[in-house]
């Protein structure tokens, strides 16, 4: 069954805490990207990977650190930096020679305590 | 930067009434995609287009593609409760590496 999980699906951060969200897809994608989704509000994309050992910032990356060791895995870190990280986040992967589709993971809640 | 916006930002609509979201960029873009996200789920593809004026139907659903590949609008014919949710487009301009999502548009439907 392909697809791409993440996990947790809540997680809970207390305060000066760094925290990783897993993001894992066997659809042989090369492209991998994450993204935060605040209430009522759309996508914004922290940080994406075209391919292996090679990843760029988003538009809002401050606070957050990726890597992109092995093709199917993409761990997103959100350090102490990110004064306001409770959000959703989505981690995506597309197929980079085909259309555009990104297919999403079930996403991770994260809560501040 | 590439910003694209959508209106409405909220539509609260009768069951049965029809409902349309825009979808404008302030770039020309190569290609457009659309999502679907139910309430507390992910989004979840619908559809690409990339010709200019390309219009393509999915049951009750139409999209298409403005002819200066500046926007964009979703018509939906005959809501129904499962069309509940919030819509986004999403576009690349040519000179750009990554997609930029529309602010999205939530869709009620009242039974």
């Known amino acids: 069954d392909g697809g791409i999980t993440q996990s947790p699906k809540y997680l809970f951060r207390k305060e000066g805490q760094n925290v990783t969200l897993s993001c894992e897809q066997n659809l042989n994608h090369d492209a991998m990207y994450w993204y935060r989704q605040d209430p009522g509000q759309g996508l914004r994309l922290i940080y994406y990977?075209?391919?292996?050992?090679?990843?760029q910032k988003g538009d809002i990356a401050e606070g957050y650190s990726v890597s992109r060791e092995k093709k199917e895995s993409f761990p997103l870190t959100v350090t102490s930096a990110q004064k306001n990280p409770t959000a959703f986040y989505l981690c995506a992967s597309r197929d980079t020679g085909g259309l555009e589709t990104q297919y999403f993971g079930p996403g991770t809640r994260l809560l501040v305590l | 930067g590439q910003q694209v916006m959508q209106i409405p930002q909220y539509q609260h609509v009768q069951e049965g009434e029809d409902f349309t979201t825009y979808c404008n960029s302030s770039?020309?873009?190569?290609?457009i995609q659309w999502y679907k996200q139910r309430p507390g789920g992910h989004p979840v593809f619908l559809i690409q287009?990339?010709?200019?004026?390309e219009v393509k139907k999915q049951k009750r659903l139409t999209f298409q593609f403005g002819e200066a590949k500046k926007n964009s609008s979703l018509h939906i014919t005959a809501t129904q409760t499962t069309d509940v949710g919030t819509y986004f487009c999403?576009?690349?301009?040519?000179?750009?590496?990554?997609?930029?999502f529309g602010t999205g548009t939530k869709l009620q439907v009242i039974p």
């Open positions: 770039t020309t873009l190569s290609n």
């Open positions: 990977s075209q391919i292996v050992n090679d990843f």
């Open positions: 999403a576009g690349r301009s040519g000179g750009y590496q990554k997609v930029t």
């Open positions: 287009l990339v010709k200019s004026g």
